[in-house]
């Protein structure tokens, strides 16, 4: 057999396993909005614990961070940061939000909106934003999807056809058992991913440099200055860290974070598991260095984000690339399909029912949803075939627009002043700042990242606005007296 | 309105803020190596693991409340 064969047939094994797992997983269930959604708010301490380990654990945190540490060196430290510190805002904010999220039947972030500020037009804005950041997510998990299978299996399988089927087979679990399906998927993607982080992060070095503190050693005489900020850059300093680490612990802000909160069986679930997600750090910190190992042995790569998989391809044997190349493809298929998931329901409760026909069943909208299921999909792999970003890009783009949802969140649920039309042109502000910053080059600003830039500008436009317009009735405290009937 | 949390939690919970974001200026370096470690890594990893520690006494401050 060849080594592209037996590469080939490692991974092919690993994704239909998980395929499998992900049509089989809802089989007995009535698949309505609630379950197809937030998996009937019934999931325990260990399986929500799973699934945003699952969505926070993408590809990025494979081919991303090993090809940061790759091309820029000590900067790409702001990831461990963020999604350690993102748990604290979970913690306070998770219960209550969960409790509401049950008292009014909240499924998305725009059902929050329009049950909060009751104003339809904000919620459907909050929708369609939110939808077009979860595109651009998708995107990127397909682009890794692509590369991780081209180079795993040798070039034998071209990155078109891997992503094709891919999105095919994620598509039609999200469809077949909604996100209870997504989460058994991930239980089989995190045992293989640490498997991997361990064989990766602990082999190679020891392998190269017979251990982590020589690799070190060695890596500080050959590029002195290299681990620290701003590392391989020039721009990416200590205020850039900061500011960037402030904007991505905002990470709440996220569709599909938000909405995997309602799928705890209470609140206490939601703050139990904040505490325990740093853990999950671990994996990540191991690929950290397994990316120096890469910049040390497999240097002058032109792409980053192949760097892992390069250094890999060269030191174990084919089926250990089988392994990473399945586990990885697995890594782009379980958050992938959250996030499309998370689209279609948006789409199809805070876009298209409010926009369309209000008066849409339950039943009626979630096969708007499933519909859209196919859409969204087609779209972002359009843009994945079609475009060249590289990982890290299309990701601070999106950051920069989902952390501007979440003053509108955070004020909403502490403060009365805070008014409708305040938090959608406070909004609107921080995407106008941080969009013509980062499509104009300017990220970071004076060392400052786009997104905070933003926020600044979408706080400020939110409290101003707020206090020049009529105060808005909170809709968690007077429920009934709304101009929407149904969330 | 949801009830807002104690400020003694919150003062903890600012703590990991401190520590790992605001202070970087002060712990962004190579040197002393901790466990063949570079000095920053090592401090990232140190507080992935007390950060557990004080959401676990915010956790017990809250759950009285």
């Given at each position: 057999?060849?080594?592209?064969t037996e590469a080939?047939?490692?991974i092919?094994g690993?994704?239909?396993?998980g395929s499998?797992?992900?049509?089989?997983?809802?089989?007995r269930?009535?698949?309505?909005?609630e379950e197809w959604?937030?998996?009937?708010?019934?999931?325990?301490?260990?399986?929500?614990w799973i699934l945003?380990?699952?969505?926070?654990?993408?590809?990025f945190?494979?081919?991303?961070?090993?090809?940061?540490i790759?091309s820029?060196?000590g900067?790409?430290?702001?990831?461990?940061?963020?999604?350690?510190?993102?748990?604290?805002?979970?913690?306070?904010?998770?219960p209550?939000?969960?409790?509401l999220?049950?008292?009014f039947?909240?499924?998305?972030l725009?059902?929050?909106?329009a049950?909060?500020?009751?104003?339809?037009?904000?919620?459907?804005?909050?929708?369609?934003?939110g939808?077009?950041?979860?595109?651009?997510?998708?995107?990127?998990?397909l682009?890794?999807?692509?590369l991780?299978?081209?180079?795993a299996?040798?070039?034998?399988?071209?990155?078109t056809?891997?992503m094709?089927c891919?999105?095919?087979?994620?598509?039609?679990?999200?469809?077949?058992?909604?996100?209870?399906?997504v989460?058994?998927?991930?239980v089989?993607?995190?045992?293989?991913?640490?498997a991997?982080?361990?064989?990766?992060?602990?082999?190679?070095p020891?392998?190269?440099?017979?251990?982590?503190?020589?690799?070190?050693?060695?890596?500080?005489?050959?590029?002195?200055?290299y681990l620290?900020?701003?590392g391989?850059t020039?721009?990416?300093?200590h205020?850039w860290?900061?500011?960037t680490?402030?904007?991505n612990s905002?990470?709440?802000?996220?569709?599909?974070?938000?909405?995997?909160?309602?799928t705890a069986?209470?609140?206490?679930?939601v703050?139990?598991?904040?505490?325990i997600?740093?853990?999950?750090?671990?994996?990540?910190?191991l690929?950290?260095?397994?990316?120096?190992?890469a910049?040390?042995?497999?240097p002058?790569?032109?792409?980053?984000?192949l760097?892992l998989?390069a250094?890999?391809?060269?030191?174990?044997?084919?089926?250990?690339l089988?392994?990473?190349?399945?586990a990885g493809?697995?890594t782009?298929?379980?958050?992938?399909?959250?996030?499309?998931?998370t689209?279609?329901?948006?789409?199809?409760?805070?876009?298209?029912?409010?926009?369309v026909?209000p008066?849409?069943?339950?039943e009626d909208t979630?096969?708007?949803?499933?519909?859209?299921?196919?859409?969204?999909?087609a779209?972002?792999?359009c843009?994945?075939?079609?475009?060249s970003?590289?990982?890290v890009?299309?990701?601070?783009?999106?950051y920069?627009?989902?952390?501007?949802?979440?003053?509108?969140?955070?004020?909403?649920l502490y403060?009365?002043?805070?008014?409708?039309?305040?938090?959608l042109?406070g909004?609107l502000?921080?995407?106008?700042?941080?969009?013509?910053?980062?499509?104009t080059?300017q990220?970071?600003?004076h060392?400052?990242?786009a997104?905070?830039?933003?926020?600044?500008?979408n706080?400020v436009?939110?409290?101003a606005?707020?206090?020049?317009?009529?105060?808005?009735p909170?809709g968690?405290?007077?429920?009934?007296?709304?101009?929407?009937?149904r969330? | 309105?949801?009830?807002?949390?104690?400020?003694?939690?919150?003062l903890?919970?600012l703590?990991?803020f401190?520590?790992?974001?605001?202070?970087?200026?002060?712990?962004?370096?190579?040197?002393?190596?901790?466990?063949?470690?570079?000095?920053n890594?090592f401090?990232?990893?140190?507080?992935?693991?007390?950060?557990?520690?004080?959401?676990?006494i915010?956790?017990?401050?809250?759950?009285?409340?």
């Open positions: 057999m060849s080594e592209g080939l047939s490692v092919f690993i994704v239909a396993a499998c797992i992900g049509f089989l997983a809802s089989k269930r009535a698949l309505n909005l959604a937030v998996a009937g708010r019934g999931l325990g301490l260990i399986l929500v945003l380990a699952g969505e926070t654990f993408t590809t945190s494979v081919l991303g961070i090993s090809g940061w790759y820029r060196g900067p790409i430290l702001y990831v461990l940061v963020y999604l350690t510190l993102a748990q604290i805002v979970v913690f306070f904010v998770g209550g939000l969960w409790e999220g049950r008292k039947g909240l499924q998305t725009g059902d929050f909106f049950k909060r500020y009751g104003d339809r037009f904000l919620a459907m804005t909050v929708g369609l934003a939808v077009f950041f979860l595109i651009l997510y998708l995107q990127l998990q682009t890794g999807l692509g991780i299978v081209e180079v299996s040798f070039e034998r399988v071209g990155r056809p891997a094709v891919s999105t095919v087979v994620v598509a039609g679990f999200v469809l077949a058992s909604g996100v209870r399906g989460v058994w998927v991930s089989l993607k995190d045992f293989l991913l640490v991997v982080a361990l064989v990766v992060g602990i082999g190679l020891y392998i190269h440099f017979g251990g982590i503190g020589p690799m070190f050693t060695e890596l500080i005489k050959a590029k002195p200055g620290t900020m701003p391989g020039t721009n990416l300093t205020s860290f900061i500011s680490v402030c904007v905002l990470l709440l802000g996220w569709p599909h974070f938000f909405g995997s909160i309602f069986k209470d609140g206490d679930t703050r139990r598991n904040a505490i997600m740093p853990f999950y750090m671990i994996p990540l910190i690929i950290v260095f397994a990316g120096c190992a910049l040390l042995v497999a002058g790569l032109p792409n980053g984000d760097a998989l250094v890999v391809r060269r030191t174990f044997s084919p089926w250990v089988g392994v990473i190349g399945g493809a697995l782009a298929m379980v958050p992938g399909a959250i996030q499309i998931l689209a279609a329901t948006l789409f199809a409760k805070n876009v298209y029912r409010p926009l026909s008066e849409l069943s339950e979630a096969l708007v949803a499933k519909v859209a299921v196919g859409g969204i999909t779209v972002a792999l843009l994945a075939l079609n475009s970003t590289t990982l890009g299309l990701l601070i783009v999106a920069s627009g989902i952390s501007q949802f979440v003053p509108g969140i955070i004020l909403g403060s009365r002043r805070v008014t409708s039309r305040g938090v042109f909004m502000a921080g995407f106008a700042v941080a969009g013509s910053l980062i499509f080059h990220d970071p600003f060392g400052i990242n997104g905070f830039v933003g926020l600044v500008a706080v436009t939110l409290l606005v707020s206090r020049l317009s009529r105060p808005t909170n968690f405290e007077s429920s009934g007296a709304l101009p929407i009937r969330i | 309105m949801l009830k807002r949390p104690s400020t003694f939690s919150i903890l919970a703590i990991p401190c520590a790992m974001c605001f202070s970087v200026p002060l712990w962004d370096r190579v040197d002393p190596r901790v466990f063949g470690l570079p000095f890594l401090w990232i990893i140190a507080w992935l693991g007390l950060t557990p520690l004080v959401l676990g915010m956790y017990r401050i809250e759950k009285k409340r």
